[in-house]
């Protein structure tokens, strides 16, 4: 059976199309719909029933546009929500922790693994909780990096700040001899050379959303439910709460799609659950 | 939730521990419950509808035993019994093709992949249709392999006339410019150093009883049905419908499992279906 339906991709900013950018290239049969809820983040600091909040939003969104999948395409929104959507939603949701914790325990010969993220979500301890429920042998080395996000979104990503931030901020790592280490939130990718510099090229990093995406091949395959018709059904479509040019800046480069062009969208009034 | 019950693996032979193997790594806290069914392989030469049958015996077998998830992992039984044994059975039915093809689209750059596989996978067409499926861009130029199982279950994998006849059979690819070959047979691995030096350290070599690893795990955590106790519930155990100590010998080699043992079982009696 074909289904043509769109996937949904939700995220708190321009960090979920890291994971966009994966299903373009392994998926490309697949019409993508992409929220990005830059007006209100980062939801690292957030309490998590606000995460939650906001994450119903998008979802509910993307919901009326007819999705056969949600992808919550953000480790923070995958930590405080992705249980409470997976119950709720009569449509398969999918997170980024299990695949970025399945890969680590993959990759790892040391059974040392470092994982840095948001605030919530290194709070919420999902992370050492799915390595360790996987894999009890394993130790966890976990670290909250609440500068990262802020640089992405800012399109500084490049910059020599971006560099002295990370390189301070994962300097206690460097004693901790780990041999993989999971980037814990979407946005990371997007500081990968930077990150990659500061560990080492004997560390493993590993891309939650990219990992997210075999995830999504195998359920789209799993449930019957992959688009098998020549082309998309319907056009990929990107919306922002906060200002279209900016995420069009990030997203183009990134995406490496010259024509990219996002929606300027409100979120207040969708409902929370 | 906890589901302590084993996970059932099926092949023609000593092939499907080539998977099993990743899940020891990856899933340690899982059982694994095997059989191999060494008394009719090959399966690749046989007739369709005959291994389908043979599928229903080991699946039924292992059905018996209690398991709750199949993992077939053959890939001439995949393309002859999966879409069957995933529709009638009650528990969830994964095969080694979709993954082994979804894994090549990932890493092939220049859309041009090659499939090794039995003649019984070969004529199905499987992983072509399943590779089109997914990325209709790609050229998928296919060969069977006849002489490649019957190599690895007589222990001969190591030889030099593995080694003529890997280089003989794999002659023809050396001009298509692939940059990606799927082993579509889970008996290949065991030939994995003799192919890769054939066609050269560019081409990127898939492993489809490996990347299945990735979907029973990815199914475990969406269905809520992984083991979360601290260790396996009941210990592993090795079926063979051939001589225990030929398997023994390979699966220890293998595995390296020095401690390996395998139980001779008779699946003549089972229900086909």
């Not at 059976?1 to 769109?6: C, L, P, Q, V």
């Not at 560390?203 to 019957?224: F, H, K, P, Q, R």
């Amino acid at each position: 059976m074909s289904d043509e339906h769109a996937i949904g991709f939700m995220d708190s900013g321009v960090g979920g199309l890291t994971v966009v950018k994966q299903a373009l290239k392994q998926l490309p049969r697949e019409t993508v719909y992409f929220v990005g809820d830059q007006a209100r983040l980062p939801y690292g600091p957030r309490p998590t029933e606000q995460v939650r909040e906001f994450s119903w939003q998008m979802a509910n969104f993307l919901l009326r546009k007819k999705i056969k999948m949600l992808v919550i395409a953000c480790n923070t929104a995958t930590a405080a929500a992705l249980p409470d959507l997976k119950a709720k939603l009569p449509i398969p949701v999918i997170g980024v922790i299990a695949p970025g914790s399945r890969a680590a325990i993959k990759a790892s010969k040391s059974h040392r693994i470092g994982v840095i993220a948001t605030e919530g979500t290194i709070k919420s301890d999902a992370y050492r909780q799915a390595i360790l429920r996987q894999d009890p042998s394993v130790t966890v080395i976990s670290k909250a990096c609440p500068k990262f996000v802020p640089l992405v979104e800012s399109n500084e990503y490049h910059s020599a700040v971006a560099k002295r931030v990370v390189a301070a901020t994962l300097k206690d790592f460097k004693s901790q001899n780990i041999d993989t280490m999971v980037m814990g939130c979407t946005h990371y990718p997007l500081l990968r050379p930077l990150i990659q510099n500061v560990m080492g090229s004997h560390v493993t990093l590993i891309d939650s959303g990219a990992e997210t995406v075999n995830d999504v091949s195998s359920m789209l395959a799993y449930l019957d439910i992959a688009n098998t018709s020549a082309t998309k059904a319907y056009p990929d479509e990107y919306f922002t709460t906060g200002s279209p040019d900016q995420f069009t800046a990030i997203a183009a480069d990134w995406l490496e799609l010259p024509n990219f062009k996002a929606t300027h969208i409100d979120l207040g009034s969708e409902q929370n659950g």
